[in-house]
């Protein structure tokens, strides 16, 4: 059975729908109950709507949903969850679900899923990983993994033999921008990213938009930073919420920024603006750098970015007058280009040459809980890696590339057999792929796909399996680099709903049908984390009172006046000039190319997110459904009227290979620059059987097919494709 066709799940599978709930229709899930009417408690949790993982309290009434709150304690979210957050109950009462493990069978010419035990399920799977690893080797078992329960899934393929992983995280988001700050200064960005900017005097946002952009630490410290009169500067084609707060607004023409970011340099070290003392102390290739910078005048970027050359000059000397507590912010989702690692190198130069890298205001030092790994044998060494897909290329990738590992998928002698996803959608989070998706499912022997909803990636698996909510189960604690060490625990306010189980033990189950019991030497994942915990002097029982635990520093949160540091790169500084990249055959030092056009008539596609949603995974949340149901194209004023458009008009869009999308709604606004259209992200589900969201709004990924790869480490770049409007029925 080797032909997968498209299945869409139906209505019928579903079962035990409640359709018509009053939860589900007005959102009184998180209306206070009567006072005193019945039993109130609290469960700490970790908010997995976003990839930030803010810890909160799931208040039930009597085992009842109510609402999720903050937990005051934690750093990364101060006791406020965003709008999101507090509509992740929709996760759990969404009547969509998947609710049982689906298994896809064959009748005759006809493709559909069969709902089975969890033991058909799992032998299923089992029996064919083993059958892969006997014919062709583990190792060319893929996993697409992702978030909290991604993690168990890696555990059980790097058990089993596996050294291929491609998760959209990485070449999708912002895989790019912690490469170029691992060159520059030994260390990646990582998340959250350690950003001082309560302690900013002037902040640089570069195609990066807090506050649409919900990263609930990054929203309260941009906050203050406006509280405390800092100065923003927004680079953007679009007037995002945050340029609204900003003292310059720069419209850049879309794909230029890297001739910004020059100029900027260029002015810095003409006008003897940078921090001499710390460049002097720790920067290696300055000379270099200032001979290299020397031809990109602001007279030169203008015209290349369409910003006027004393536009440039004054924001660079404002950035350099604040200095060193000047933040030019890394960015997040960076797959831009095809040049993003160098872009975001410039991004990462620029912050050394004012000084801010280590800095108050700039960036501090983060620090992590050595939380000691639960014991289990080292993993055997895989016959190969994701870098079998790169063929040679990428070089200095330190995951796989999602396309690539597609893209090796397909056809008989393809090197992988087999997939296994968890909480990637890869058709709408993978841009580009969508017949490849399909062709890979064809040729698999396998794919194996763990979500909690029947989101368009399901549609291409063997075998479904219904992972229960964040808000139903234990995970891994959340460990992640703060302003103080911080340890976070997420268990269940709810027994799983339905027929769906926990990632871990879905994991579990299937590592001890594969012979890999020594790899999960233990019943329950409450025990592993009970030991972790025990090693740091905290327990399970502890945790499930207080869920968050902070520790004090044990290094110091900034590099101090004059401190002798030895940066982690070869040379022990920053590395201003990068051997590393000219020894793989790159630029050491970022140079400007300029970005594709899009044929005559045709607008450049721009996309990004949007606060009360996140990606596609929230828009059939019923809470979050009523605050945004569907995406908008945002369109200047005078294309639209030389279309005839107006606000309020469906209009579908068709790309420069002739891909059109689903009627989506104008917005007409001198928001977007006039060469340009905007949409938000995560809207235009095809998938049925999301009863809310499917067929409203366009999808960006859809319309990206032209994609620009980083030749250094494969960024997927997206935004080199162009629309224009097909009026009536397409
Ligand atoms: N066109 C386009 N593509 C993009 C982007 C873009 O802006 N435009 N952004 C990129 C970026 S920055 C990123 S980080 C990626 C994100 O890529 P994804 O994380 O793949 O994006 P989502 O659409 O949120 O899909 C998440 C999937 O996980 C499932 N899921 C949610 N919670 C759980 C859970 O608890 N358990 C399990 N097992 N599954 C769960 C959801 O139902 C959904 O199927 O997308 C990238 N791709
Ligand atoms: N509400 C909400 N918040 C989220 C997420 C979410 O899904 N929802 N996802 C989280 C994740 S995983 C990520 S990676 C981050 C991503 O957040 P960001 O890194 O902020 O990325 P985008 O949302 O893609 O923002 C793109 C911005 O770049 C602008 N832009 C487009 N082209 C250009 C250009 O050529 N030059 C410049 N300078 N700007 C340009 C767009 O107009 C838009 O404002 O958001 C995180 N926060
Ligand atoms: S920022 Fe919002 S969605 Fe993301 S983890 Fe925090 S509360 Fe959840
Ligand atoms: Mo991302």
């Not at 660079?316 to 507590?325: I, L, N, Q, T, V």
């Given at each position: 059975m080797n032909r997968r066709k498209f299945i869409q799940l139906t209505g019928a599978l579903a079962g035990g729908a409640v359709v018509g709930s009053p939860v589900l229709l007005t959102g009184c899930a998180s209306a206070p109950p009567p006072p005193g009417s019945g039993e109130v408690k609290k469960s700490p949790t970790v908010c997995a709507?976003?990839?930030?993982k803010c810890a909160g309290f799931v208040h039930t009434e009597d085992g009842q949903p109510w609402k999720i709150t903050g937990n005051p304690d934690d750093l990364h979210s101060h006791g406020r969850l965003c709008t999101r957050g507090s509509g992740g109950m929709g996760s759990y009462l969404d009547r969509d679900r998947l609710k049982k493990p689906l298994l896809r069978i064959g009748e005759g010419d006809r493709q559909t899923f069969k709902e089975v035990s969890w033991e058909e399920a799992l032998d299923f799977v089992a029996s064919r990983m083993k059958k892969i690893a006997e014919e062709h080797g583990p190792d060319r078992v893929a996993g697409f993994a992702q978030g909290a329960p991604g993690a168990h899934f890696r555990h059980l393929l790097k058990a089993y033999g596996s050294g291929s992983f491609g998760p959209p995280d990485y070449a999708q988001c912002r895989a790019a921008r912690d490469l170029a700050f691992h060159l520059t200064y030994g260390q990646a960005v990582g998340s959250p990213e350690p950003t001082d900017l309560e302690h900013s005097r002037c902040i640089v946002l570069i195609g990066t938009h807090i506050g649409e952009n919900l990263h609930n630490g990054q929203v309260r410290g941009f906050a203050r930073a406006i509280d405390n009169q800092a100065t923003i500067i927004t680079v953007d084609p679009r007037f995002s919420v945050a340029a609204g707060k900003a003292k310059y607004w720069l419209p850049i023409k879309p794909g230029t920024d890297m001739a910004l970011l020059l100029a900027w340099m260029n002015v810095l070290v003409t006008e003897d603006l940078y921090d001499k003392d710390y460049i002097q102390r720790y920067a290696h290739g300055f000379e270099e750098l200032a001979e290299h910078v020397r031809p990109y005048t602001p007279e030169w970027a203008y015209l290349e970015t369409g910003l006027e050359p004393e536009l440039i000059r004054r924001t660079a000397r404002e950035m350099a007058g604040h200095a060193p507590a000047t933040l030019i912010h890394p960015g997040r989702h960076v797959a831009w280009y095809g040049d993003d690692t160098q872009r975001t190198r410039a991004v990462a130069i620029l912050n050394a040459l004012l000084g801010s890298w280590g800095r108050p205001g700039g960036f501090y030092m983060p620090e992590k809980v050595k939380l000691p790994k639960y014991p289990v044998p080292d993993y055997p060494k895989p016959a190969s890696t994701y870098r079998a897909a790169h063929e040679g290329k990428y070089p200095l990738a330190f995951n796989g590339v999602s396309n690539a590992l597609v893209e090796h998928?397909?056809?008989?002698?393809?090197?992988?057999k087999g997939w296994l996803v968890c909480e990637c959608n890869l058709p709408l989070s993978v841009p580009g792929m969508t017949e490849k998706m399909q062709q890979a499912a064809d040729s698999l022997d396998l794919v194996v796909v763990i979500d909690t909803m029947p989101m368009e990636v399901t549609g291409y698996a063997d075998v479904v399996l219904p992972e229960c909510t964040y808000l139903e189960r234990y995970d891994n604690i959340r460990n992640a680099q703060e302003t103080s060490p911080s340890l976070a625990l997420r268990m269940p306010a709810f027994e799983p709903k339905y027929d769906s189980k926990p990632g871990w033990w879905i994991a579990r189950e299937l590592g001890l049908r594969l012979g890999l019991e020594k790899y999960f030497?233990?019943?329950?994942?409450s025990e592993v984390l009970d030991w972790q915990l025990k090693q740091v002097g905290s327990s399970l029982a502890e945790m499930q009172k207080i869920g968050v635990k902070n520790f004090p520093r044990k290094t110091a949160k900034y590099i101090a006046e004059g401190q002798d540091y030895k940066f982690k790169t070869p040379s022990g500084k920053i590395e201003l000039y990068s051997t590393p990249l000219k020894e793989a055959g790159f630029d050491p030092l970022p140079r400007y190319t300029a970005p594709q056009q899009g044929p005559a008539g045709h607008y450049r596609l721009i996309y990004g997110r949007a606060p009360?949603?996140?990606?596609?995974?929230?828009?059939?949340n019923p809470l979050l459904f009523q605050l945004m149901p569907e995406n908008t194209v945002w369109v200047n004023p005078g294309a639209a009227s030389q279309w005839k458009l107006s606000s309020g008009d469906y209009v579908r869009l068709k790309n420069q290979d002739g891909v059109v999308s689903n009627p989506v709604r104008v917005r007409v606004t001198e928001r977007i620059r006039p060469d340009s259209v905007f949409m938000a992200h995560g809207f235009g589900h095809t998938s049925k059987h999301l009863r809310l969201t499917q067929g409203v709004g366009a999808s960006d990924a859809y319309l990206i097919t032209n994609l620009l790869m980083?030749?250094?480490?494969?960024a997927t770049g997206m935004r080199s494709n162009f629309v224009t409007f097909v009026q009536g029925e397409a």
């Amino acid at each position: 059975m080797n032909r997968r066709k498209f299945i869409q799940l139906t209505g019928a599978l579903a079962g035990g729908a409640v359709v018509g709930s009053p939860v589900l229709l007005t959102g009184c899930a998180s209306a206070p109950p009567p006072p005193g009417s019945g039993e109130v408690k609290k469960s700490p949790t970790v908010c997995a709507i976003c990839f930030w993982k803010c810890a909160g309290f799931v208040h039930t009434e009597d085992g009842q949903p109510w609402k999720i709150t903050g937990n005051p304690d934690d750093l990364h979210s101060h006791g406020r969850l965003c709008t999101r957050g507090s509509g992740g109950m929709g996760s759990y009462l969404d009547r969509d679900r998947l609710k049982k493990p689906l298994l896809r069978i064959g009748e005759g010419d006809r493709q559909t899923f069969k709902e089975v035990s969890w033991e058909e399920a799992l032998d299923f799977v089992a029996s064919r990983m083993k059958k892969i690893a006997e014919e062709h080797g583990p190792d060319r078992v893929a996993g697409f993994a992702q978030g909290a329960p991604g993690a168990h899934f890696r555990h059980l393929l790097k058990a089993y033999g596996s050294g291929s992983f491609g998760p959209p995280d990485y070449a999708q988001c912002r895989a790019a921008r912690d490469l170029a700050f691992h060159l520059t200064y030994g260390q990646a960005v990582g998340s959250p990213e350690p950003t001082d900017l309560e302690h900013s005097r002037c902040i640089v946002l570069i195609g990066t938009h807090i506050g649409e952009n919900l990263h609930n630490g990054q929203v309260r410290g941009f906050a203050r930073a406006i509280d405390n009169q800092a100065t923003i500067i927004t680079v953007d084609p679009r007037f995002s919420v945050a340029a609204g707060k900003a003292k310059y607004w720069l419209p850049i023409k879309p794909g230029t920024d890297m001739a910004l970011l020059l100029a900027w340099m260029n002015v810095l070290v003409t006008e003897d603006l940078y921090d001499k003392d710390y460049i002097q102390r720790y920067a290696h290739g300055f000379e270099e750098l200032a001979e290299h910078v020397r031809p990109y005048t602001p007279e030169w970027a203008y015209l290349e970015t369409g910003l006027e050359p004393e536009l440039i000059r004054r924001t660079a000397r404002e950035m350099a007058g604040h200095a060193p507590a000047t933040l030019i912010h890394p960015g997040r989702h960076v797959a831009w280009y095809g040049d993003d690692t160098q872009r975001t190198r410039a991004v990462a130069i620029l912050n050394a040459l004012l000084g801010s890298w280590g800095r108050p205001g700039g960036f501090y030092m983060p620090e992590k809980v050595k939380l000691p790994k639960y014991p289990v044998p080292d993993y055997p060494k895989p016959a190969s890696t994701y870098r079998a897909a790169h063929e040679g290329k990428y070089p200095l990738a330190f995951n796989g590339v999602s396309n690539a590992l597609v893209e090796h998928s397909i056809g008989p002698d393809a090197h992988y057999k087999g997939w296994l996803v968890c909480e990637c959608n890869l058709p709408l989070s993978v841009p580009g792929m969508t017949e490849k998706m399909q062709q890979a499912a064809d040729s698999l022997d396998l794919v194996v796909v763990i979500d909690t909803m029947p989101m368009e990636v399901t549609g291409y698996a063997d075998v479904v399996l219904p992972e229960c909510t964040y808000l139903e189960r234990y995970d891994n604690i959340r460990n992640a680099q703060e302003t103080s060490p911080s340890l976070a625990l997420r268990m269940p306010a709810f027994e799983p709903k339905y027929d769906s189980k926990p990632g871990w033990w879905i994991a579990r189950e299937l590592g001890l049908r594969l012979g890999l019991e020594k790899y999960f030497p233990w019943k329950d994942f409450s025990e592993v984390l009970d030991w972790q915990l025990k090693q740091v002097g905290s327990s399970l029982a502890e945790m499930q009172k207080i869920g968050v635990k902070n520790f004090p520093r044990k290094t110091a949160k900034y590099i101090a006046e004059g401190q002798d540091y030895k940066f982690k790169t070869p040379s022990g500084k920053i590395e201003l000039y990068s051997t590393p990249l000219k020894e793989a055959g790159f630029d050491p030092l970022p140079r400007y190319t300029a970005p594709q056009q899009g044929p005559a008539g045709h607008y450049r596609l721009i996309y990004g997110r949007a606060p009360a949603h996140t990606f596609g995974r929230t828009s059939n949340n019923p809470l979050l459904f009523q605050l945004m149901p569907e995406n908008t194209v945002w369109v200047n004023p005078g294309a639209a009227s030389q279309w005839k458009l107006s606000s309020g008009d469906y209009v579908r869009l068709k790309n420069q290979d002739g891909v059109v999308s689903n009627p989506v709604r104008v917005r007409v606004t001198e928001r977007i620059r006039p060469d340009s259209v905007f949409m938000a992200h995560g809207f235009g589900h095809t998938s049925k059987h999301l009863r809310l969201t499917q067929g409203v709004g366009a999808s960006d990924a859809y319309l990206i097919t032209n994609l620009l790869m980083d030749p250094i480490m494969g960024a997927t770049g997206m935004r080199s494709n162009f629309v224009t409007f097909v009026q009536g029925e397409a």
